[in-house]
């Protein structure tokens, strides 16, 4: 079963480029149908600003494999779920036999059919069991390639979101640096809201000068209110999701009370003064000394350092519900995936676990500022970037999104509810109502299916003490 909006969609492959021996040269595409050589391993990867990285490790990959040829293209997953470029090439049978993915997006390419299981290929290639196997990378990020009993691809990086705080401006206020040290753990949203009553500065006409921060921008979402909250999205039970729940009421009354004591029209042209659409990445209201904290994720790191290299800042956890609970973070990420037709062949294995596995992972990670899924890439002081050890430090409180083959329409709900609470055109009641009714009906096409074993529970084989120190 193919989602028929996909088939609307229509994506333009990169360049290509043939990395072998250490070389790189140009490649021109097969016919439709020719035979695969089994030592030719073709790859759709990495996005293009991060492709020379991507060419380090097909050069040490073929330095150690000289007789496996690697072809690149640059055509990477495009956004939630569009699977428009997958269904052209399984359909003319021009896929490849790697795919560097969105992560999220493999149960629900699974589900339509677009994935080869890897299942098989552990077990001949690597003589142990997939689940023994796939325990060598963080179980939420093996969890969202989890599909009906078999895995679909291998986790590549994951990337936990943080808030940056602006301490010039804080000492400026003169908030307690107690409230900002992560060692102290999370602020309560009682104390933001503190905080955000003695920060904020509107004039006398209501237009806001400075803030405390946003709970819509940038990483913050109704998504991630719901997630911090504990809101299930899903029943193992009764395979529903439950956009309807109790839970998730609360959660959008709570958002829609933040909505109103904001004054989204207000922090909304705000947020259009100071970092207004397809601004350049050094204007932003945070950059610009407006707005006290940012949540975001490691890459924020880079963007310090590229774009205000001169602002003190720190960065701490999220807010969570009260003083005391534990912190939390969320995470995505991209992956590996065989698309149907792939070759399957020894070669495509060998580099699909070098690139995935510790020695890939280690070359891309700390260039890219992204944190490691492989646990071995994880313990090595060399696995990635000092700069983001925060980052790396939240995995032991990360929280995916369940892994449905419904991901794409769940997302699309909770945004469009996000929408609608912004604009204050619904009330939270019949806006769960909504959600439900768009979402679950297509998940019933599905079912019955189950979520991973221990989905959302703390992962037995990372231990947060192992982290790589220099």
């Known amino acids: 079963m193919i989602d028929r909006r996909t088939l609307l969609k229509a994506l333009g492959a990169g360049a290509s480029v043939t990395v072998a021996g250490g070389s790189i040269v140009g490649c021109t595409?097969?016919?439709?149908?020719?035979?695969?050589?089994?030592?030719?391993?073709?790859?759709?990867?990495?996005?293009?600003?991060?492709?020379?990285?991507?060419?380090?490790?097909?050069?040490?990959?073929?330095?150690?494999?000289?007789?496996?040829?690697?072809?690149?293209?640059?055509?990477?997953?495009?956004?939630?779920?569009?699977?428009?470029?997958?269904?052209?090439?399984?359909?003319?049978?021009?896929?490849?036999?790697?795919?560097?993915?969105?992560?999220f997006n493999g149960a629900q390419f699974a589900s339509l059919g677009l994935l080869e299981p890897i299942d098989p290929l552990i077990e001949e290639y690597e003589g142990v069991s997939p689940e023994e196997f796939m325990s060598g990378w963080v179980k939420f990020a093996t969890d969202e390639l989890f599909y009906d009993g078999q895995y679909y691809g291998l986790p590549m990086d994951t990337d936990t979101r943080g808030m940056y705080v602006n301490m010039g401006l804080a000492k400026e206020a003169g908030i307690d640096p107690k409230l900002l040290d992560p060692a102290n753990g999370p602020m309560s949203y009682d104390q933001m809201w503190e905080i955000n009553d003695q920060f904020n500065v509107q004039d006398e006409r209501g237009?806001?000068?400075?803030?405390?921060?946003?709970p819509w921008d940038d990483q913050a979402s109704l998504l991630m209110w719901a997630m911090?909250?504990?809101?299930?999205?899903?029943?193992?039970?009764?395979?529903?999701?439950?956009?309807?729940?109790q839970e998730m009421l609360d959660v959008a009354t709570m958002y829609e009370g933040w909505i109103e004591r904001l004054d989204f029209p207000r922090l909304d042209a705000f947020k259009a003064t100071y970092q207004p659409p397809n601004a350049p990445p050094t204007q932003t209201s945070f950059?610009?000394?407006?707005?006290?904290?940012?949540?975001?994720?490691p890459w924020g790191v880079q963007g310090q350092a590229d774009y205000?290299?001169?602002?003190e800042y720190s960065v701490t956890h999220l807010p969570v519900p009260n003083e005391g609970d534990d912190p939390f973070?969320?995470?995505?990420?991209?992956?590996?995936?065989?698309?149907?037709?792939?070759?399957?062949s020894e070669a495509a294995w060998k580099f699909f676990t070098f690139y995935a596995g510790y020695e890939g992972q280690k070359i891309m990670m700390p260039q890219i500022s992204r944190i490691p899924t492989n646990i071995e890439t994880v313990k090595d002081?060399?696995?990635?970037?000092?700069?983001?050890?925060?980052f790396v430090e939240l995995m032991a409180y990360a929280k995916s999104r369940p892994p449905l083959p419904v991901g794409t329409k769940l997302w699309d709900a909770m945004f469009t509810m996000q929408g609608s609470l912004n604009?204050?055109?619904?009330?939270?009641?019949?806006?769960?109502?909504?959600?439900?009714?768009?979402?679950?009906?297509?998940m019933q096409q599905f079912c019955p299916i189950t979520l991973p074993e221990g989905f959302g529970e703390p992962d037995p084989n990372f231990d947060i003490s192992d982290v790589g120190t220099t």
Not at 381 to 390: L, V
């Open 287 to 297: 950059f610009s000394d407006r707005q006290l904290f940012q949540i975001t994720g």
């Open 423 to 442: 604009q204050q055109s619904d009330t939270p009641e019949n806006l769960v109502k909504e959600a439900q009714q768009y979402v679950d009906p297509t």
């Open 329 to 344: 973070t969320w995470a995505g990420g991209f992956a590996l995936t065989m698309p149907k037709g792939a070759s399957m």
């Open 29 to 103: 595409n097969r016919p439709v149908g020719e035979e695969r050589d089994p030592n030719t391993v073709r790859v759709w990867g990495i996005w293009a600003s991060d492709a020379e990285k991507e060419a380090q490790v097909v050069e040490a990959f073929t330095e150690q494999n000289p007789d496996v040829k690697v072809e690149i293209s640059q055509v990477p997953s495009n956004g939630q779920g569009d699977a428009s470029s997958v269904i052209t090439a399984v359909r003319g049978r021009t896929g490849p036999d790697v795919y560097f993915m969105d992560r």
């Open 228 to 245: 911090a909250n504990d809101v299930p999205m899903f029943s193992n039970e009764t395979c529903h999701v439950l956009l309807d729940s």
């Open 207 to 214: 237009t806001y000068e400075r803030v405390t921060w946003i």
């Open 308 to 311: 205000k290299p001169d602002m």
């Open 381 to 390: 002081p060399e696995g990635w970037n000092k700069d983001i050890a925060f």
